[in-house]
C-alpha cells in the first residue's frame, strides 16, 4: 500500500534511518514535499543531522546548480517551514508484497534460536518502565502503577507466541490462559480503536492478534494500518498511528523479579563527520558547470568581452576556385 504520513510531536523521537518530509507551502496554490533521511538523531532540531538534496547557498539558480546530497542539520532541512509541517514517512505493505521483499532472506540462527527459547513462555508485559498490562472481566486492556512491589499491582500474565519469516522481524502473540482470548486490535480503516481479548476465529484472521516488536520496544499492529500500541489518558491501551504516540513495552519473565528500568538508548550508532567539510568539499557536476559558465563569461579571451578578431584578407580566387585556371 502507500506511505502514512503522521506528524511528528518530538524531534527526539526520531531516530537514524527514519524517513522524514516536510511540506512547503510558500508557493500556495502550488504545494510540495522535500524528503530526507534521519542520519543522527538529538534532542533538538539544531543537534540532528538528515541527509537530503540540499544547497546552502542563497541564489536561485546557484543552489540549484549546486544543489546535491548532503548532511544538514534538521533545521536547515526545515529551512523557513514551520515544524508542524514535519512528517514522519512510514509504509504499509500487503502480505505478498511483503514475502516478494524477503524472498532469499536467510534469517540469523542467534535471533532463531532466542525466539524458539522465548515462544511459549510466561510474562508479564511491562509499558514504560513503570507500569504492568492488566486485563478486565469485560476483555478491556489496561496498565496499572508497579507500586512499591509489582507482584501486588494486579499484573496479568500472558502466553507469548513468537516467531520469525523474515531477516531482523520478529512476530509476537500474547495468549491469556484463564480466558482463552488473544489481545486483538480491532482498528478499522478510519477510527482508532481500545485494545480487546478475543477469541480467535477464521473470519477474523491472524493478522489483528499478531504484533511485530521493534528493537526499541514498539509493538506495531499487522492489522491492515500497521498500528502501534498507546496508551489513553485513563490508561486503556488503543491503537495509535503516530510512533511518537507509541508506548515501549518490556517482556518481564513469570518467575523471577524484573531488572530496572533502563531507557533505550537510540545513538547505538555513533555518527563522526566533519559538517562544514560536508559543505565546502561536496560539489555537484552542476555546480562545476555552472562555475565554468561563470568564469568563461569574465574571461578575456570570451567571445562576449573580447574585441572581434579582424580576418586576414584572402585573394579573390579563394572565392572563385574557377578562376585559377584563367
Known amino acids: 500500500m502507500g506511505g502514512v504520513y503522521t506528524r511528528v510531536l518530538h524531534v527526539a523521537s526520531l531516530r537514524p534511518g527514519d524517513h522524514v518530509c516536510i511540506w512547503d507551502f510558500s508557493r500556495w496554490p502550488i504545494t510540495y514535499q522535500h524528503h530526507g533521511i534521519v542520519w ?26 549546486d544543489s546535491c546530497f548532503r548532511i544538514s542539520t534538521l533545521e536547515e532541512f526545515m529551512g523557513k517551514r514551520k515544524f508542524n509541517h514535519l512528517r514522519l514517512v512510514e509504509y504499509n505493505t500487503s502480505g505478498l508484497r511483503e514475502i516478494l521483499s524477503k524472498w532469499g532472506e536467510d534469517i540469523s540462527r542467534v535471533v532463531l534460536g532466542n525466539i524458539l527459547k522465548l515462544s511459549g513462555s510466561r510474562v508479564y508485559l511491562r509499558v514504560n518502565g513503570y507500569f504492568y498490562v492488566h486485563v478486565n472481566l469485560d476483555g478491556n486492556v489496561k496498565i496499572v502503577p508497579e507500586g512499591v512491589d509489582p507482584t501486588l499491582c494486579g499484573r496479568t500474565a500472558f502466553r507469548i507466541e513468537c516467531y520469525a519469516r ?12 484463564d480466558s482463552g482470548c488473544y489481545m486483538f486490535s480491532r482498528s478499522t480503516f478510519s477510527c482508532f ?10 473470519i477474523r484472521g491472524k493478522s489483528g492478534l499478531t504484533w511485530e516488536y521493534s528493537t526499541l520496544g514498539y509493538l506495531r499492529s499487522m492489522n491492515q494500518h500497521r498500528r502501534y500500541v498507546g496508551v489513553r489518558d485513563d490508561g486503556v491501551l488503543l491503537d495509535v498511528s503516530m510512533r511518537g504516540d507509541a508506548a515501549r513495552i518490556e517482556f518481564v519473565a513469570f518467575e523471577g523479579t524484573a531488572a530496572i528500568y533502563t531507557p533505550p538508548d537510540i545513538h547505538q550508532i555513533p555518527r563522526t563527520y566533519n559538517h562544514d567539510k560536508s559543505i565546502q568539499v561536496t560539489e555537484s557536476q552542476s555546480m562545476r558547470d555552472y562555475k565554468a559558465a561563470e568564469l568563461l563569461k569574465l574571461s578575456p579571451n570570451s567571445l562576449t568581452t573580447s574585441p572581434k578578431i579582424g580576418l586576414t584578407a584572402l585573394p579573390p580566387h579563394a572565392f572563385h576556385p574557377e578562376r585559377m585556371d584563367t
Do not use: I
Not at 480503536?193 to 477464521?202: E, Q, S, V, W
Open 166 to 177: 523474515g531477516y531482523n522481524s520478529v512476530r509476537v502473540r500474547f495468549f491469556h490462559q
Open 193 to 202: 480503536r481500545d485494545l480487546r481479548m478475543k477469541k480467535p476465529m477464521t
Open 40 to 65: 543522527a538523531s538529538g534532542a533538538t532540531a539544531a543537534d540532528m543531522r538528515v541527509c537530503h538534496v540540499w544547497s546552502p547557498l542563497e541564489g536561485f539558480q546557484a543552489a540549484q546548480a
